[in-house]
């Protein structure tokens, strides 16, 4: 599903001056994941999610849609923005209460983005993206094709295991619908 | 597109210009710090034209507009990802009816309109929408849409390495490691043998110096005092006035510390402003191409250094002002830059803005419709109320009427994380620091007269906010300090302090501040000597004073020489207007 990308950001890459292409190198590992791949995966999540409805779905597509310029989307998308993705598909979709940032308050570079540190901090505090290495997201590298599928994977386990654990929907960190 | 490029700085925008008092483009000054309702904090990106006008009807009705909450900021993620036919466009499902609609809503209701940009290519949620090479256009837009306070974020910004920028970009900021300047055809003179000023700038061991550029102040690190940027100075004796050359032997990098820009001045005259070839490593050292210049008899003054981290930024914001005043000459726009600290905005920020962030955001857990988000008293970044405070009480120097305010950040009353004595401290901590008052919390959830209510709308710390003197309190006792508590840049929260903010016809007004979780107990005081030291006769001091609690709301008579108390609980503050009697 997600093979494509590699060869779709060399395309990306021609023209670029050269200081930003070896910027783009740096961060590029093998088989990274678009946006749109990555975005594509949990809307078909979506559809396997107990009681999810065209609402939540609506708001996670109008998150994307507002968010991201048309021409990131066929672009390797870096891990910080994968944490928001996921981060936004939890509260969103799943309904998903924030937690407490614990450990992740402590990635040494958990605050050099903005707008993605809660993100970042509610995925790894979930264990749902991990850290690179230890004390370190490093939200600049792409996502590979493996990471999107672990953390699709472990998203979806946890999605099942909350509803097969827990009617409530209070103390499990998700809201009541 | 087009290569972005800084511009080439005027007399107005260079360093050496910033302690000029004067306003570029015609800034008008004279403002208070603005009052009112910023959708970050409260809502993030999901921030929506309902909810909106939701937050304004909730201003008038809870009465916030008649105590000055008038400005209504539109925060990132209203605006489509990309430019429509070049210019800026709503987000047409969170705000179906545009901006001219909403701006009309306002107004109509006696509020006033702002809206948010960004100096980069990017907004900082990612918008591909920054107002860099766009000024013109999107001045028009503001003007259009009849915005009257605009915010201006510093995210990917192509002349810096500005959050979400290449790293590498840290090459505009600062100066290469310089190893030896040669005069004429004189022997080369070692790094060595200049004068290193500021607090940057470093010796390699083996006599190189590197760091000529400007302190990044976006964490909360390093004291804002002081000569925050560095630069390497030669004197260079001449036995006649001559025409020669200077050649400068260096090596580049690109990174925090080590650059390609290069600035030379010789005595007041730049005689270079720009990037040097590209060596192969930070060690391999290359001699540049001979720079003409003119010597005259006897001493001449040689300066190294890269101050763009500051003048870009600056050149970036007065831009975007330039067309603003351009397109609306009569329309006073509140223009509040964002910069999160990291230029020093405090040495240029008065030239063009009404106020600038400090530091890194207060808080990174913004809420959403239906979460109030989450704030901290503490922490050991800038996302608490503790490291703004600690930062700005000691900032007092840079504000003003005819400057501007600094900006530690948007209001956390009414997040989740912080209890009722601490967003009541946080709330006086603002309105003693002159600093913006921005509420940033879904007003639906306060009702008149509700705890949340009796903050944000207590008339007396907003009177001393709002006090038409426009000063600062400075800081006059911490208990942490053992000397210097106005310029002492303390971040320990174990402690006492004591704030004194001079007001109009003599009188003042005082916080005493318990920082820390646990009560503290002594006598906290300061003197009438201590306050006529700092302030002279901007305040009256009768030794005979009405003094009232502007919490309680209660007044006593007070008789003596000393301000005190000898308890505040955990997280408190005791703040007094102190009117003189006699």
């Known amino acids: 599903m997600m093979s494509s990308s590699v060869n779709r950001g060399k395309e990306q890459m021609k023209g670029v001056p050269e200081t930003e292409k070896e910027d783009q190198r740096r961060v590029m590992n093998a088989n990274p994941v678009t946006l749109h791949e990555f975005a594509d995966a949990l809307t078909a999540l979506s559809d396997r999610i107990t009681g999810v409805g065209s609402a939540e779905k609506a708001a996670f597509e109008e998150f994307l849609r507002s968010s991201f310029p048309a021409a990131a989307y066929d672009l390797p998308l870096p891990r910080k923005d994968a944490a928001r993705l996921l981060h936004v598909f939890l509260y969103r979709v799943c309904g998903e209460a924030d937690l407490d940032w614990g450990e992740a308050a402590d990635l040494a570079d958990v605050y050099d983005c903005r707008i993605c540190a809660n993100a970042i901090a509610q995925v790894c505090v979930r264990g749902i993206l991990r850290p690179d290495r230890k004390g370190i997201f490093e939200g600049e590298r792409f996502l590979s094709e493996a990471e999107a599928a672990e953390a699709l994977s472990l998203l979806e386990e946890r999605l099942r295991y909350i509803d097969a654990a827990c009617d409530c929907r209070w103390e499990c960190g998700r809201n009541p619908k | 597109m087009k290569a972005l490029k800084p511009d080439k700085l005027s007399k107005d925008t260079c360093f050496d210009s910033f302690v000029e008092t004067g306003t570029l483009h015609g800034k008008q000054k004279g403002h208070l710090p603005a009052m009112g309702w910023n959708s970050w904090n409260a809502f993030g990106s999901g921030n929506t034209e309902e909810l909106t006008r939701a937050m304004a009807d909730a201003i008038c009705d809870l009465g916030l507009d008649k105590l000055g909450y008038r400005y209504v900021v539109l925060d990132d993620g209203c605006y489509k990802p990309e430019r429509v036919d070049g210019k800026l466009a709503n987000e047409e499902v969170k705000f179906p009816s545009g901006f001219k ?19 980069g290519t990017n907004l900082c949620a990612g918008a591909a929408v920054g107002t860099c090479g766009h000024e013109e256009e999107d001045a028009r837009s503001y003007t259009a849409w009849e915005v009257d306070f605009l915010k201006v974020d510093n995210c990917y910004y192509p002349f810096d ?44 061991k083996d006599g190189p110096v590197l760091g000529l550029g400007t ?3 976006t964490g909360p690190k390093y004291s804002p005092l002081g000569n925050r940027s560095s630069e390497l100075i030669f004197t260079v004796n001449s036995a006649k006035e001559q025409d020669t050359t200077l050649k400068v032997t260096y090596a580049t990098g690109k990174r925090e510390g080590v650059g390609e820009w290069l600035q030379m001045s010789v005595n007041g005259t730049m005689v270079q402003d720009g990037f040097l070839p590209e060596t192969a490593t930070e060690e391999k050292f290359v001699t540049s191409e001979p720079i003409k210049i003119q010597l005259r008899k006897g001493e001449n003054e040689i300066r190294l250094m890269n101050h763009r981290r500051q003048e870009n930024t600056l050149q970036s914001y007065a831009k975007l002002l330039k067309y603003l005043r351009k397109y609306a000459p009569d329309r006073d726009i509140i223009y509040s830059a964002c910069e999160w600290g990291k230029t020093q905005p405090q040495n240029w920020g008065h030239r063009v803005c009404d106020s600038w962030r400090i530091l890194n955001d207060i808080t990174f857990r913004v809420g959403r419709d239906g979460d109030p988000g989450h704030g901290d008293w503490v922490s050991g970044y800038t996302n608490s109320v503790t490291s703004q405070y600690n930062k700005a009480v000691i900032m007092d120097r840079f504000a003003g009427l005819e400057r501007g305010w600094n900006d530690p950040d948007m209001l956390m009353v009414g997040m989740g994380g912080l209890n009722h004595s601490q967003t009541k401290t946080h709330f006086a901590m603002w309105c003693m620091m002159n600093a913006p008052l921005m509420l940033g919390l879904d007003l639906r959830r306060v009702k008149k007269g509700d705890p949340l209510h009796r903050i944000i709308a207590n008339e007396e710390l907003i009177s001393i906010n709002q006090d038409p003197l426009g000063i600062q309190a400075k800081r006059l006792f911490c208990s942490a300090c053992e000397s210097r508590p106005d310029t002492t840049y303390v971040r320990k929260n ?5 704030l004194v903010k001079p007001m109009k016809d003599g009188i003042f007004a005082i916080s005493f501040i318990n920082l820390s979780d646990h009560p503290m107990e002594g006598r906290f005081e300061v003197s009438e000597a201590l306050i006529r030291k700092a302030f002279g006769e901007k305040v009256r001091l009768t030794g005979l004073y009405r003094v009232r609690d502007v919490w309680n709301r209660k007044s006593e008579v007070l008789e003596g020489d000393c301000f005190g108390v000898s308890s505040l609980k955990p997280f408190e503050n005791i703040s007094w207007l102190v009117i003189p009697m006699a």
């Open chain 2, 101 to 119: 609609a909403l701006a009309d809503y306002l107004h109509g209701k006696g509020l006033l309109f702002g809206m948010y940009n960004d100096v």
């Open chain 2, 215 to 217: 302190f990044d102040g």
């Open chain 2, 494 to 498: 174990d402690r006492v302090d004591i």
């Open chain 2, 161 to 204: 390495n500005a959050t979400f920028s290449n790293p590498e970009n840290a090459r505009y900021v600062y100066a290469p490691v310089i190893k030896s300047i040669t005069v004429g055809s004189g022997k080369a003179i070692p790094a060595k043998e200049g004068k290193l000023t500021g607090k940057v700038g470093r010796r390699r």
